[in-house]
């Protein structure tokens, strides 16, 4: 059996009291390691990563992956995350021209921004047009703040309902006869 020194750290939960982390982060020798406070910090951070996967699969609409060959998957995948590091990067840019940090800019209403000035600026800008659109676009993604919300604690479970109508699980040719003839059960 294969062991790998582990550190643990009793940590203070401030709702559901406290909790134990068990973490690889050993100081080795001469080095001084990860303290406690700094694992702490970085277990609190998991909630960020938490959020990243939800936009990408809610608001980058990749919840259901409609490709069905895995050549085709992986590039909708890819495509996917592509577009969610430029919107990143643009906020990047936003919080740099603001003074503010990239994590009090809201992912949802910058990427509203971005998709609504798209058409804009391919279809009439050029040169220092462009430019100053682009600061001003900067500007107005800066002011789309996110509340701050530290030690943030939610239940973990699914809060959306299934939807109100049946999957369809006949081809639609079937279903479609079915309803000419007066058959609408859906269960």
Not at 44 to 68: G, H, P, Y
Request: charged residues 25%; glycine residues 4%; aromatic residues 10%.
């Amino acid at each position: 059996m294969i062991t790998t020194p582990q550190k643990c750290h009793k940590s203070k939960c401030t709702q559901s009291g406290p909790f134990i982390i068990v973490t690889t982060l050993l100081e080795h020798k001469g080095d001084q390691g990860v303290s406690y406070e700094e694992i702490s910090d970085l277990f609190s951070f998991r909630w960020n990563a938490e959020l990243d996967i939800r936009s990408i699969k809610t608001f980058m609409n990749l919840n259901f992956v409609r490709c069905l060959s895995p050549e085709m998957v992986r590039r909708e995948l890819w495509t996917t995350l592509l577009a969610y590091n430029l919107i990143r990067t643009t906020i990047c840019s936003a919080a740099s021209l603001s003074g503010k940090r990239p994590r009090e800019i809201s992912f949802v209403c910058a990427s509203q921004y971005i998709l609504a000035s798209w058409q804009e600026v391919t279809a009439h800008l050029r040169g220092k047009q462009l430019e100053r659109y682009a600061r001003f676009l900067l500007e107005r993604i800066a002011n789309c703040k996110v509340g701050n919300r530290p030690g943030r604690i939610e239940p973990r479970v699914v809060k959306r309902r299934r939807d109100q109508y049946a999957l369809m699980t006949e081809p639609r040719k079937q279903l479609q006869k079915r309803l000419y003839k007066g058959d609408n059960r859906f269960e």
